[in-house]
């Protein structure tokens, strides 16, 4: 069923669970995701950037919407990092559930303003709204944050945004950040100031840049002869306890598409000769829905729909 945004991640944060934000661009990422989420009996949360958007545009959106509806476990459909009011409205135009109005990249002040515009606009439709304070570093599409641009969310700053906003959910910076490479070992997540933020506030709180990047699929990138330096991901235990602290989405993006990937390459490389587009991406399909799983799993999503 197609449902909001928080209409999943309010229950979310109540049950101190967290709810996986998978990026699609396709219609194979889309099965992997909604059909992982049925088999689980787990809600879920489509994600589409702009970039997909104009990749997929209204068809992509409608192929969501479409799986969606059939399905019997709550699927919102969701505007990862919308970079103006347009372009939230125009989400909302083509049936997204959900928002994401970024103007984190401006002063405190303006953030707030641009945020109430879309909450505004997307309240009087019954779409809900992510903001965002505080930056991540890292690259992610046509996000490119310097790490000298990066600075974490301060509490009190979070508490004022959420009430001079009225958003739904709030993205936070932790010390998660987006792309494959989030630093060498096991990245430092900041779990105090989760645990701060959360005690301060009430609405469901977000982590993006959350891909976990494991180890067997970047091994098996490699086997199939893609070329990737030292990627390292989010560790499955920090997000377990950032779950319990507030955090009820988790953005997820950078494990499909390598997971993709890993199933494209293995076909190609074993059969060269292969040029059935059901069978190279179906196997990449296969993939993604085993790393959907595995982060339901963590996330403890798993029956609660």
Known sequence: MLVTGSDILVPARAGKYGVGAFNT???????????????????????MSEGAIKYGGQDLANIVRDIAARATVPVALHLDHGSSYASALSAIRMGFTSVMIDASHHGFDENVNETRRVVEAAH????????????????????IVDEKDAFLTDPEEAVRFIEQTGTDYLAI??????????????????????????EMTSIPLVAHGSSGVPAEIVKRFRDAGGEIGEAAGIDDDDLRQACQHGIAKVNVDTDLRLASTVGIREVLHANPKEFDPRKILGLARDVMAQVIEHKMRVLGSVGKA
């Open 173 to 198: 910076a932790i010390g998660t950040s987006h792309g494959a490479y989030k630093g060498k070992g096991r990245p430092y997540i900041d779990q105090a100031r989760i645990a701060k933020i959360g």
């Open 25 to 47: 661009n396709n219609m194979e990422i889309t099965q992997a995701i909604i059909h992982t989420a049925e088999k689980l009996r787990s809600p879920v949360i489509v994600q």
């Open 124 to 143: 009087a439709l019954g779409v809900s709204v992510e903001a965002e304070i505080g930056r991540l570093g890292g690259i992610e599409e046509n996000i």
